[in-house]
T-cell receptor
Framework: LAKTTQPISMDSYEGQEVNITCSHN???????ITWYQQFPSQGPRFIIQ???TKVTNEVASLFIPADRKSSTLSLPRVSLSDTAVYYC???????????????FGSGTQLTVLP | EPEVTQTPSHQVTQMGQEVILRCVPI?????FYWYRQILGQKVEFLVS????????KSEIFDDQFSVERPDGSNFTLKIRSTKLEDSAMYFC?????????????FGPGTRLTVL
């Protein structure tokens, strides 16, 4: 599994754009990059997934450079309710006939201030 | 929107007792998982389940743990003889299929407290 490194914590203010970068230098050819969000005392929630370039959905954007050794989760105009832990996960997309476990790191604690 | 449900939300038990944590995955999903998160620590994978058998399990998932899909809707995690260190949030998750790195949908968790 590719090791991921992301900042332990970040602070932002309401209305700002937040960018959280994750390093994954040993990413493999078949690996996808996925971000999850977790609020206190809740289960993680999928935010976005990508392989290369840019992916955008109604919640966030994910930027992946050509070398794929890092990725940046971009949250536009954050609000207080975006305060959560954000996890970057890297995993193999190949079908192996078995269900795929997710390996969570420590994540980035994002605190949005008023 | 379909969601994974878990019961109970909080379980308190005495050390050495058996507990069963219950989950109802999303109905058309084929893959099921249990994770746990000790307070203040990472979310850790325990076990995955597909086609009525365990697909993968971690080192944490020792002989004290078992999983079962007793009917078409429930997915259970049993801890036979609980230890103090089993105190954690236990999350059930499910995913639809295998052809891509499928999104896993997590339940709200069961907080297990072992006294």
């Amino acid at each position: 599994l590719a090791k991921t490194t992301q900042p332990i914590s970040m602070d932002s203010y309401e209305g700002q754009e937040v960018n959280i970068t994750c390093s994954h230098n040993n990413i493999a050819t078949n690996d996808y990059i996925t971000w999850y969000q977790q609020f206190p005392s809740q289960g993680p929630r999928f935010i976005i997934q990508g392989y290369k370039t840019k992916v955008t959905n109604e919640v966030a954007s994910l930027f992946i450079p050509a070398d794929r050794k890092s990725s940046t989760l971009s949250l536009p105009r954050v609000s207080l309710s975006d305060t959560a832990v954000y996890y970057c996960l890297v995993g193999d997309m190949q079908s192996s006939g078995s269900a795929r476990q997710l390996t969570f790191g420590s994540g980035t604690q994002l605190t949005v201030l008023p | 929107e379909p969601e994974v449900t878990q019961t109970p939300s909080h379980q308190v038990t005495q050390m050495g007792q058996e507990v069963i944590l219950r989950c109802v995955p999303i109905s058309n999903h084929l893959y099921f998982y249990w994770y746990r998160q000790i307070l203040g620590q990472k979310v850790e994978f325990l076990v995955s389940f597909y086609n009525n058998e365990i697909s993968e399990k971690s080192e944490i998932f020792d002989d004290q743990f078992s999983v079962e899909r007793p009917d078409g809707s429930n997915f259970t995690l049993k801890i036979r003889s609980t230890k103090l260190e089993d105190s954690a949030m236990y999350f059930c998750a499910s995913s639809e299929g295998l052809n891509s790195y499928n999104e896993q949908f997590f339940g709200p968790g069961t907080r297990l407290t072992v006294l």
